[in-house]
């Protein structure tokens, strides 16, 4: 059975930095993707790293969220810099061990959540 465990969520303010992780445990992925929500929103796609290191992001985030992987322990992080207070969100990762894509039917399993949250 597939788990997807986060780490890192938190209070930070305008400017600062976070990094989240997100660990598979069971089964090594093909695609590990994030995605954060607000209350009376939809989930929204942030971005995507596949095994062999190709990455997407989503145009709000570009240039100040980098996503990476370790491979070895089916772990991906999200650096996330230049904090803004609409990136306040809880952020969900997502893990596919078929195919890669921006959206949530794409994935198999997610996480729990982990709640960022950007003081202004």
């Known amino acids: 059975q597939v788990q997807l465990v986060e780490f890192g969520g938190g209070l930070v303010q305008t400017g600062g930095s976070l990094r989240l992780s997100c660990a598979s445990s069971g089964r090594a992925f093909y695609t590990m993707g994030w995605f954060r929500q607000v209350p009376g929103k939809e989930r929204e796609f942030v971005a995507s790293?596949?095994?062999?290191?190709?990455?997407t992001y989503a145009d709000s985030v570009k240039g100040r969220f980098t996503i990476s992987s370790d491979n070895a322990k089916n772990t991906a992080y999200l650096q996330m810099n230049s904090l803004k207070p609409e990136d306040t969100a809880v952020y969900y990762c997502?893990?596919?061990?078929?195919?890669?894509?921006?959206?949530?039917?794409?994935?198999?399993?997610w996480g729990q959540g982990t709640q960022v949250t950007v003081s202004s």
């Open positions: 997502a893990a596919s061990f078929e195919t890669s894509g921006r959206r949530e039917v794409d994935y198999d399993y």
């Open positions: 790293i596949t095994r062999s290191g190709s990455n």
